[in-house]
């Protein structure tokens, strides 16, 4: 009767190790899910700079309202031409009259609003932005963000972009200062994959419009 008591404690333990296993193994699986799902929901987004911007503004105060040049109207009526055909999900802009000027056509060409963020002109504020387009939008849907060309670099940085890539997409110090920017005003960069771990430049091309 005693040694029948063991053995059957014995089993007992063994069972609840058993469930307490199983149950470690599903947590498990369930997080390497949502992690592979997180890396499989993230949206396609695309990235431009303001177009050209009218010369001779006063800076400091009145820099925020500094419109488009001319040339830089034509170049935002050729931006909304290349994309009139593009479903985006979502327009993003800085707060400056430039890039809401940019961003405007498109905007009127395709009825969608534009929504103003601050990390299309404050790099501290990119990675809770990335993050929020994460838990907004899928990979089927596709998002504009217009913003500055010393932006442009930390946002392709801040997606996964390698400095051994900074060549190929254009990026480079800034005279006098340890900013990065970007040169031109038809760059269209394209990001795939966003918190992907990268290869050289997977997943982030650059074209022209």
């Not at 009145?62 to 009139?84: C, D, I, M, N, Y």
């Not at 707060?95 to 940019?102: I, K, N, Q, V």
């Not at 405007?104 to 969608?112: D, H, N």
């Amino acid at each position: 009767m005693f040694g029948f008591t063991i053995h059957q404690s014995s089993h007992r333990e063994g069972v609840v190790r058993m469930r307490f296993l199983l149950r470690a193994i599903s947590t498990l699986l369930a997080m390497c899910c949502c992690i592979g799902s997180f890396a499989l929901s993230q949206p396609v987004f695309y990235i431009v700079r303001h177009a050209e911007k009218l010369a001779n503004w006063p800076e400091r105060e009145l820099g925020t309202f500094q419109p488009l040049s001319e040339a830089g109207v034509a170049t935002a009526a050729r931006l909304a031409k290349h994309f009139e055909a593009m479903k985006f999900a979502a327009i993003y802009s800085s707060s400056t009259t430039r890039t809401l000027h940019t961003a405007f056509p498109l905007s009127q060409k395709l009825g969608i609003p534009i929504d103003t963020v601050r990390a299309m002109m404050d790099t501290a504020a990119i990675e809770s932005f990335y993050a929020q387009l994460s838990k907004k939008f899928g990979p089927d849907r596709s998002v504009l963000l217009v913003t500055h060309s010393n932006i442009i670099p930390y946002l392709l940085v801040k997606a996964g972009l390698s400095s051994e890539c900074f060549d190929n997409m254009g990026v480079q110090k800034s005279m006098g200062s340890s900013w990065l920017v970007i040169e031109g005003y038809d760059n269209i960069y394209k990001v795939e994959g966003l918190g992907k771990k990268r290869t050289g430049c997977d997943g982030i091309t650059r074209g022209k419009f």
